[in-house]
């Protein structure tokens, strides 16, 4: 779908409400190409985590104070609403955006690099990985029509959420992991 802005495209991962737009979703994530410098698109009420998963990466200007990220750098938060602009590093990148609706709920992407195994609890109100290299993933409730411990074989780039409760092992094809996390939260109520 078009960017807010009309500067790009975005392929959107996983929304909720499921069939939710941009004006009413409560968390979305989804994976951009950013090709040339420019602004964000604005969502008031909306707070970001954004990630680089290819190309050299980004310099962001959020209210202008500079972040940069790259593919071995943290994710990067930052407030819908606050007027951010980028610049490449080198070429383009693509990027993993998760944008989560204020005072409904909150969220968090992080990077995993390194181990051959790891074991991954399902917490939250939603609980993703996104495969930056080749991985498998077992344990219950993998997928709809999967036995309890069946393989799920994710390739670079592969996006599978995980049900809340469960435990799942990802193991590495090769070398070792290299994924995110991305994990959503409601907001605690506020005490009077």
């Not at 940069?68 to 609403?81: E, H, L, M, R």
Request: hydrophobic share 40%; aromatic share 4%.
């Amino acid at each position: 779908m078009p960017w807010k802005n009309g500067k790009g495209e975005t392929a959107e991962i996983a929304v909720f409400p499921e069939g939710a737009g941009l004006n009413d979703f409560s968390w979305r994530l989804s994976m951009a190409t950013v090709a040339e410098p420019g602004p964000f698109s604005s969502f008031p009420g909306v707070d970001r985590v954004l990630a680089v998963v290819e190309g050299e990466g980004l310099r962001l200007y959020i209210e202008g104070d500079m972040e940069t990220v790259t593919p071995i750098s943290d994710a990067v938060s930052f407030p819908g609403d606050a007027a951010v602009a980028s610049d490449l590093l080198g070429g383009p990148v693509t990027d993993l955006n998760l944008m989560t609706r204020r005072g409904i709920c909150h969220g968090r992407i992080d990077r995993v690099r390194g181990p051959q195994h790891m074991e991954i609890e399902a917490d939250g109100l939603a609980t993703l990985v996104v495969a930056l290299s080749q991985c498998v993933l077992t344990g219950s409730r993998v997928r709809d029509d999967a036995a309890d411990g069946e393989l799920l074989e994710l390739g670079r780039l592969d996006a599978v959420a995980l049900e809340t409760g469960d435990r799942a092992m990802l193991s590495s094809v090769s070398g070792g992991l290299d994924l995110l996390t991305v994990r959503i939260f409601g907001e605690a109520p506020h005490s009077r």
